[in-house]
C-alpha cells in the first residue's frame, strides 16, 4: 500500500466507529496509516470518493446504492463491508407545529401513526386557511433522513411532494432554519436535534426508531474497482471498525469515545451532547424532558456492523416509491450487491453471532420482502410509483 | 460571441475575491452573462430567478447538497438537469474536484461550449489557491518576525547579549533542535511570561 489512505467524512455521530477506530488506534493496530478528512456535503464525499480522492468514506447507505444504480450522478460501483450505524436520526420540530400537532393528536405523542395523523388533520387546517404549507428539512435527497420522513406521513395520507415541502438543507443549518422558521421541522442526524433542543428552539418529536425499529443508516463506502484491488486493506478495514464499535458500545468507555468524538477536528460539539447520543438518552424538550431509548443509534450492537442486503433493497424500494429510480430485476440486484456481508465475514475470519431483529419493524405497511417489492409497494396509498 | 449565444453563467461562491477572479476570467473568454450569488439565504429562488445555463459552485460550499436536491425535483425546474458534463468526461470531472469547483450543467448546453468554461474555472481555481497560500505564508513570515523580535528582546534584556548576537543565539538553538527559529522565540516568550 502507498501512503496513508484518505477516508472522509461528515461531523455526525454514526461517523463514531471510523473516528474511533484512527484515534484510538484500532486502525494502526491493523498495520493502516488513516488520514480523515472532514467533509461539508455529502456531494463532495461521494464525488471524492468517486474519482479516487478519497479510497473510503462515511457515507449515506442511499448515496452509495445511487452512485451504484448512476442515479442522479456519475455511475461508479460502490461496495459497503462494514454498516456505521443503524437508525440514529431524529424529527425535531418547532414550538408551534408541537402544539399544533398536541392539539389534533389522537392517541399517543410517541405513537408515529397518531402523531402523523394529527399532522394530516393540521396539514388539512392550513389548507382551508389559506396557509402556507409546512416546510420540512432533510439532508439529501438519497438519504435514510428524506426516507423516513416520508414513510411516515404518507402513512397518514400526507403526500410528501403535494401536501408539504421537503426541502435540502446541511444539516448545521438546520437549527438556524428552524429557529428563524424557514422550516417547521426536520429529520435530522445527532447531534443536531439535541442542538436544536438545548438551544430552546425545538422538540425532538420522535426518535426514527419509532418509525422503522431496525434501519441501515450510514456505510463505509469504498469504490468498488478499489476493493477488488486492495482486499487485504478492505478486510483490515472492516476489523479495524468492528473492533471501534465494540470499544463504542461498552457503556464503560462511553466518556472517552464522547471525548474522542467532540475534538474541533472531529464533530467539533460538546462531548456531553455526542453521549446524550451514544447512550440513546436525549433531551427531548427545551424543559429538560428526557426520552430514554437503547434503539436510538446501534453501532455494534445486534450485529449492526453487518451489512444486510435487504436494507439495501429496501432503501432501493423507497427510491422507487418516490419517483427517484424505476423499478427493474437489474435495479434491485446492484442495489443488493453494494451491501456486502461476505466482505465483512471474511474480514472477521467467522461469521460473528447476530441477534438482530426482524429488519426495519416498520410502523405501518405490510412486512417487506426483497423479492416482490412491487407487491409490496402497492400496499401502500401515497407514492410515485407507476407499475 | 453575441449576447444572445452567451450562456448564462451562475457562481455561487461566499469568496467574494474568488468570485471575481472567475467572473473576470469569464468575461475575458467571451462570456458576457455571468451573475454571482454569494448569500445562501434564498439561494434556490434566486437561481431560479436567473435561470442559468451552467452553475458553478465552490466545493466548500455546504449548499452544494441543497443544489443537488433541486437537480433531482425536475417538477421544480423549467428544464431537466443534468450535473457536470457527461459520464465520459471523467478527466473533467477529477480536474474540477480536485481544483475545488463543481459545475452543474443544464441539459441542452452543447458540450463543446462546456469545455472551455470547465478548464477557465480549474485554471482560475487553481490560480486562487496558489493566491491563497501565498498570503497564508506572508502572514505566518510577518507572525514570525514579530515572535523573533520580541524573543531577541527577552534575551537582549535577561542575557545581556546585543541584538545580533541574541539572533545568532536563537538561530543556532533552532538548528540544535532542528526546529523553526519561530518555534525557538515562541517558547522563550512563554517561558518569560511563566517567569513573570
Given at each position: 500500500?502507498?501512503?496513508?489512505?484518505?477516508?472522509?467524512?461528515?461531523?455526525?455521530?454514526?461517523?463514531?466507529?471510523?473516528?474511533?477506530?484512527?484515534?484510538?488506534?484500532?486502525?494502526?493496530?491493523?498495520?493502516?496509516?488513516?488520514?480523515?478528512?472532514?467533509?461539508?456535503?455529502?456531494?463532495?464525499?461521494?464525488?471524492?470518493?468517486?474519482?479516487?480522492?478519497?479510497?473510503?468514506?462515511?457515507?449515506?447507505?442511499?448515496?452509495?446504492?445511487?452512485?451504484?444504480?448512476?442515479?442522479?450522478?456519475?455511475?461508479?460501483?460502490?461496495?459497503?463491508?462494514?454498516?456505521?450505524?443503524?437508525?440514529?436520526?431524529?424529527?425535531?420540530?418547532?414550538?408551534?407545529?408541537?402544539?399544533?400537532?398536541?392539539?389534533?393528536?389522537?392517541?399517543?405523542?410517541?405513537?408515529?401513526?397518531?402523531?402523523?395523523?394529527?399532522?394530516?388533520?393540521?396539514?388539512?387546517?392550513?389548507?382551508?386557511?389559506?396557509?402556507?404549507?409546512?416546510t420540512f428539512g432533510m439532508t439529501f435527497p438519497f438519504s435514510t433522513h428524506n426516507y423516513q420522513l416520508r414513510f411516515w406521513m404518507a402513512?397518514?395520507?400526507?403526500?410528501?411532494?403535494?401536501?408539504?415541502?421537503?426541502?435540502?438543507?446541511?444539516?448545521?443549518?438546520?437549527?438556524?432554519?428552524?429557529?428563524?422558521?424557514?422550516?417547521?421541522?426536520?429529520?435530522?442526524?445527532?447531534?443536531w436535534n439535541s442542538i436544536a433542543v438545548d438551544l430552546g428552539v425545538g422538540h425532538i418529536l420522535h426518535f426514527v426508531s419509532d418509525i422503522?425499529?431496525?434501519?441501515?443508516?450510514?456505510?463505509?463506502?469504498?469504490?468498488?474497482?478499489?476493493?477488488?484491488?486492495?482486499?487485504?486493506?478492505?478486510?483490515?478495514?472492516?476489523?479495524?471498525?468492528?473492533?471501534?464499535?465494540?470499544?463504542?458500545?461498552?457503556?464503560?468507555?462511553?466518556?472517552?469515545?464522547?471525548?474522542?468524538?467532540?475534538?474541533?477536528?472531529?464533530?467539533?460539539?460538546?462531548?456531553?451532547?455526542?453521549?446524550?447520543?451514544?447512550?440513546?438518552?436525549?433531551?427531548?424538550?427545551?424543559?429538560?424532558?428526557?426520552?430514554?431509548?437503547?434503539?436510538?443509534?446501534?453501532?455494534?450492537?445486534?450485529?449492526?456492523?453487518?451489512?444486510?442486503?435487504?436494507?439495501?433493497?429496501?432503501?432501493?424500494?423507497?427510491?422507487?416509491?418516490?419517483?427517484?429510480?424505476?423499478?427493474?430485476?437489474?435495479?434491485?440486484?446492484?442495489?443488493?450487491?453494494?451491501?456486502?456481508?461476505?466482505?465483512?465475514?471474511?474480514?472477521?475470519?467467522?461469521?460473528?453471532?447476530?441477534?438482530?431483529?426482524?429488519?426495519?419493524?416498520?410502523?405501518?405497511?405490510?412486512?417487506?420482502?426483497?423479492?416482490?417489492?412491487?407487491?409490496?409497494?402497492?400496499?401502500?396509498?401515497?407514492?410515485?410509483?407507476?407499475? | 460571441?453575441?449576447?444572445?449565444?452567451?450562456?448564462?453563467?451562475?457562481?455561487?461562491?461566499?469568496?467574494?475575491?474568488?468570485?471575481?477572479?472567475?467572473?473576470?476570467?469569464?468575461?475575458?473568454?467571451?462570456?458576457?452573462?455571468?451573475?454571482?450569488?454569494?448569500?445562501?439565504?434564498?439561494?434556490?429562488?434566486?437561481?431560479?430567478?436567473?435561470?442559468?445555463?451552467?452553475?458553478?459552485?465552490?466545493?466548500?460550499?455546504?449548499?452544494?447538497?441543497?443544489?443537488?436536491?433541486?437537480?433531482?425535483?425536475?417538477?421544480?425546474?423549467?428544464?431537466?438537469?443534468?450535473?457536470?458534463?457527461?459520464?465520459?468526461?471523467?478527466?473533467?470531472?477529477?480536474?474540477?474536484?480536485?481544483?475545488?469547483?463543481?459545475?452543474?450543467?443544464?441539459?441542452?448546453?452543447?458540450?463543446?461550449?462546456?469545455?472551455?468554461?470547465?478548464?477557465?474555472?480549474?485554471?482560475?481555481?487553481?490560480?486562487?489557491?496558489?493566491?491563497?497560500?501565498?498570503?497564508?505564508?506572508?502572514?505566518?513570515?510577518?507572525?514570525?518576525?514579530?515572535?523573533?523580535?520580541?524573543?531577541?528582546?527577552?534575551?537582549?534584556?535577561?542575557?545581556?547579549?546585543?541584538?545580533?548576537?541574541?539572533?545568532?543565539?536563537?538561530?543556532?538553538?533552532?538548528?540544535?533542535?532542528?526546529?523553526?527559529?519561530?518555534?525557538?522565540?515562541?517558547?522563550?516568550?512563554?517561558?518569560?511570561?511563566?517567569?513573570?
Open positions: 500500500m502507498s501512503g496513508p489512505l484518505r477516508i472522509g467524512f461528515i461531523p455526525l455521530v454514526d461517523a463514531a466507529a471510523l473516528i474511533v477506530a484512527v484515534d484510538k488506534g484500532f486502525a494502526a493496530a491493523e498495520g493502516l496509516e488513516v488520514e480523515l478528512v472532514r467533509e461539508v456535503s455529502w456531494s463532495n464525499v461521494r464525488d471524492k470518493l468517486n474519482i479516487g480522492l478519497f479510497d473510503a468514506a462515511h457515507l449515506l447507505a442511499p448515496v452509495a446504492i445511487a452512485s451504484s444504480l448512476g442515479l442522479g450522478h456519475v455511475k461508479v460501483p460502490i461496495v459497503a463491508p462494514f454498516n456505521l450505524g443503524i437508525n440514529g436520526n431524529a424529527i425535531t420540530v418547532s414550538p408551534a407545529l408541537l402544539s399544533a400537532l398536541m392539539e389534533e393528536i389522537d392517541g399517543d405523542r410517541f405513537d408515529p401513526m397518531a402523531t402523523a395523523k394529527a399532522l394530516a388533520r393540521v396539514v388539512a387546517k392550513r389548507r382551508k386557511a389559506g396557509a402556507e404549507p409546512l402513512a397518514a395520507g400526507v403526500d410528501p411532494d403535494e401536501d408539504v415541502r421537503l426541502v435540502v438543507l446541511p444539516p448545521p443549518f438546520m437549527v438556524d432554519s428552524l429557529k428563524s422558521g424557514h422550516v417547521d421541522a426536520f429529520c435530522v442526524g445527532a447531534p422503522l425499529v431496525h434501519a441501515a443508516e450510514k456505510v463505509l463506502a469504498i469504490r468498488q474497482s478499489w476493493a477488488d484491488k486492495n482486499p487485504d486493506v478492505v478486510a483490515a478495514l472492516v476489523r479495524a471498525a468492528e473492533k471501534a464499535a465494540d470499544f463504542i458500545e461498552h457503556p464503560e468507555n462511553r466518556t472517552e469515545a464522547a471525548r474522542i468524538l467532540a475534538q474541533p477536528e472531529r464533530i467539533g460539539v460538546d462531548a456531553e451532547v455526542i453521549q446524550r447520543t451514544l447512550d440513546g438518552r436525549l433531551k427531548i424538550s427545551p424543559d429538560g424532558t428526557f426520552r430514554e431509548s437503547d434503539r436510538y443509534l446501534l453501532v455494534g450492537r445486534e450485529g449492526a456492523g453487518r451489512p444486510d442486503p435487504v436494507q439495501a433493497a429496501w432503501l432501493y424500494a423507497q427510491m422507487v416509491r418516490w419517483g427517484q429510480a424505476p423499478l427493474t430485476p437489474d435495479g434491485v440486484k446492484t442495489a443488493m450487491a453494494v451491501f456486502r456481508p461476505d466482505l465483512y465475514e471474511a474480514a472477521l475470519g467467522h461469521r460473528r453471532p447476530v441477534e438482530a431483529p426482524a429488519p426495519f419493524g416498520a410502523f405501518a405497511g405490510p412486512a417487506f420482502d426483497p423479492t416482490d417489492i412491487s407487491g409490496h409497494l402497492e400496499a401502500f396509498e401515497v407514492g410515485r410509483w407507476k407499475a | 460571441m453575441s449576447a444572445e449565444q452567451s450562456p448564462k453563467i451562475v457562481i455561487v461562491d461566499e469568496s467574494p475575491i474568488r468570485a471575481a477572479i472567475l467572473e473576470e476570467g469569464l468575461r475575458e473568454a467571451g462570456f458576457t452573462q455571468v451573475v454571482h450569488i454569494r448569500e445562501m439565504q434564498s439561494l434556490l429562488a434566486r437561481i431560479y430567478a436567473v435561470d442559468p445555463d451552467i452553475i458553478l459552485i465552490d466545493l466548500e460550499n455546504p449548499s452544494r447538497d441543497v443544489l443537488e436536491a433541486m437537480f433531482q425535483v425536475s417538477r421544480a425546474v423549467k428544464r431537466p438537469i443534468a450535473m457536470f458534463v457527461d459520464q465520459s468526461d471523467s478527466a473533467s470531472i477529477q480536474a474540477s474536484v480536485e481544483a475545488g469547483v463543481s459545475a452543474y450543467i443544464v441539459d441542452g448546453l452543447k458540450k463543446e461550449r462546456i469545455k472551455p468554461i470547465l478548464d477557465l474555472c480549474v485554471s482560475r481555481f487553481n490560480a486562487f489557491a496558489k493566491l491563497q497560500e501565498e498570503l497564508e505564508r506572508t502572514k505566518s513570515q510577518l507572525e514570525d518576525r514579530k515572535i523573533i523580535e520580541k524573543a531577541k528582546g527577552i534575551l537582549m534584556r535577561v542575557k545581556g547579549l546585543n541584538e545580533d548576537e541574541a539572533y545568532v543565539l536563537l538561530r543556532s538553538t533552532a538548528m540544535r533542535e532542528k526546529k523553526k527559529i519561530g518555534e525557538i522565540a515562541q517558547s522563550i516568550i512563554t517561558a518569560s511570561e511563566m517567569l513573570k
